[in-house]
Structure formats: structure tokens, C-alpha cells
């Protein structure tokens, strides 16, 4: 086994260690200026909504943000903008696209909401070649199996697209998430690419037998198996001959910046699960690089 980064600075040598380029880290957020700021404000007032304080690691301007991915060496990320009502996907999509433009590491991403709009601009994002759909079931308040995005589910099922959803209840439990809508939607749609944030937490065990059902349901490892998570939401050890069985299917995934404590500190719970180099060897690198097509 590899030794765990101890710091932000130990994680190039824990990459080359384990004969890798860099990292893919499918769970990074850049958001236009003042939605970014508006998300900060919330986790400073984490303790209200959550019950534990929530100090945002890196709340840095956008140049020094984008700095740290690379003397971390997070080789490919995407944005993942999210909306949390009617009328603003569309404009998160123009600012997403411009920013990708202008960052060759960055995958460019898109994301939509139940509105009569959503196949149109969901098409247009395609049409300019997004890699990357985000939704957030909690803070857009929505059923995924809203017939509205009937249409957008069908597409991307059909251009096989990959779609980063945060579903599970956890932090915080929404009127939509847990596992059953997604069953709902994937009896609908079985070859839809999803990646399901957070390991789906705390319904890791109903998330983990998605991954295993459908051929196209992946796992991201967002916060999984921190410290800070585990005092929160822990996943039983008991399953982690699963998810060393699901190797190919599960994605490094940070949600750098807004997280509370050090980037390294994902990939040290990641290592700590004692899956062994070849399990980190694909969640750090191989799996994301074949989703998104990264070249080594």
C-alpha cells in the first residue's frame, strides 16, 4: 500500500507513487462570481442547517482556486453548475461554457431543471460538446422523474452523457432524494450514465446495489469515508468488498473548494479503506479518464 498524503502538499508524491499522471477528480465546482459567494454564506451558517460547522477549505478567488488544482495535480475537472429554481440553467450553461473555453483542464459541463426549456438548451449544450451534466435533486427541490425532463433523460440516455447527480439525503434530506426516485427513473432509463454523488450517502447500501444492477451507474467518492463524514453519516465496513468489487464504477470526487478540510484528506480516507493501489490506481485516474476520455 501506498502511503496516505499527510498534507496538500504530500499529493503529487502520492500520485506518482502509485505510477499515475495526476488525478480526475469528477466532483469540482466553479460557479459564477456571486453564486458562488451565496454558496459560501450558507456554509458559514452550516451549523443552522446542518449541526456541525462546515469551514470552507479554499473560499479563494478563481485564479488561486484553479492554482491549487494544479499543484495538487488534478489533471481534468469539470464545473458543475446547479440551479435551485426555473430560469437559470440556461444562463449557468452560457457561463460554464466560457469558462471551459478559456481552461483546457476544465471538462465543460451543463446542467438543466424541470422547465419547458430543458430539452432545448440541454440540445444546445450538447451541440457545443458538454461532457458533463450536473443535478442536484435537494437544493433544486425536484422530482428527477418530472415529466418535464422526460425529453432530457431520453437524449442523454441516448448520447450516453454523463450526469453527476447529488440524489442521496444526505447532508440533508430533501422532499426527492433517497434512492426511490432513482429506481423510478432508471426503470425508465437503464442505460442512463449516471455518477451518483456521495456515494449516494447515507443510503450508501440502496446506492451501491444501483451501481451493481446498471451497467452505466457509477459511484463518486465526494467527501466518502472523511472523517468529518463518517462522524455524520458512516458507511458499514461490511460493504466494502462491494465496493472493491465495483472498481471500475466508482470516480474520485472532492467538491473542492467548498469542503472542510484539506484536499488531501479525501484521498487519505480513500486509502485508509485498505482496498489496496490497483482499487486507487482507478478511482484516482483510470476510471475518470475513460469516462471523459482524459488522455494519460
Not at 435533486?137 to 433523460?153: I, K, M, S, T
Request: charged share 25%; glycine share 6%; proline share 10%.
Amino acid at each position: 500500500m501506498t502511503t496516505p498524503p499527510v498534507d496538500d502538499d504530500d499529493v503529487p508524491r502520492f500520485w506518482r507513487e502509485l505510477g499515475l499522471p495526476g488525478l480526475v477528480d469528477v466532483h469540482v465546482h466553479f460557479l459564477p462570481e456571486r453564486v458562488q459567494a451565496k454558496v459560501w454564506a450558507y456554509f458559514a451558517a452550516a451549523e443552522t442547517h446542518y449541526g456541525a460547522a462546515w469551514p470552507v477549505q479554499y473560499p479563494l478567488p478563481e485564479d488561486e482556486r484553479l492554482a491549487v488544482l494544479e499543484r495538487l495535480g488534478v489533471r481534468a475537472f469539470p464545473t458543475l453548475p446547479y440551479p435551485h429554481r426555473a430560469g437559470m440553467a440556461a444562463w449557468l450553461n452560457d457561463w460554464s461554457a466560457g469558462f471551459a473555453a478559456a481552461h483546457p483542464q476544465v471538462l465543460p459541463s451543463a446542467t438543466f431543471f424541470p422547465e419547458p426549456e430543458a430539452p432545448h438548451y440541454v440540445a444546445e449544450a450538447l451541440d457545443r460538446g458538454v461532457r458533463v451534466f450536473k443535478v442536484h435533486v435537494q437544493v433544486g427541490a425536484f422530482d428527477p422523474r418530472d415529466r418535464l425532463l422526460e425529453p432530457v433523460w431520453a437524449r442523454l440516455e441516448e448520447t450516453g452523457t454523463p450526469v453527476v447527480i447529488h440524489c442521496g439525503s444526505g447532508p440533508l434530506r430533501g422532499e426527492h432524494t433517497g434512492p426511490e426516485p432513482m429506481i423510478g427513473l432508471l426503470e425508465r432509463h437503464p442505460r442512463l450514465q449516471l455518477v451518483i454523488a456521495h456515494l449516494g450517502m447515507p443510503e450508501y447500501r440502496a446506492f451501491l446495489d444501483l451501481a451493481e444492477r446498471y451497467e452505466r451507474v457509477h459511484l463518486d467518492t465526494t467527501m466518502f469515508a472523511t472523517d468529518f463524514t463518517e462522524r455524520l453519516m458512516p458507511f458499514d465496513p461490511a460493504d466494502r468488498p462491494r465496493l472493491a468489487a465495483l472498481r471500475e464504477k466508482v470516480l474520485l470526487g472532492s467538491d473542492f473548494p467548498s469542503i472542510p478540510y484539506p484536499y488531501a484528506e479525501q484521498l487519505a480516507a480513500l486509502a485508509r479503506l485498505d482496498l489496496g493501489d490497483d482499487w486507487l490506481r482507478s478511482v484516482l485516474w483510470a476510471n475518470g479518464a475513460r469516462l471523459f476520455g482524459v488522455a494519460g
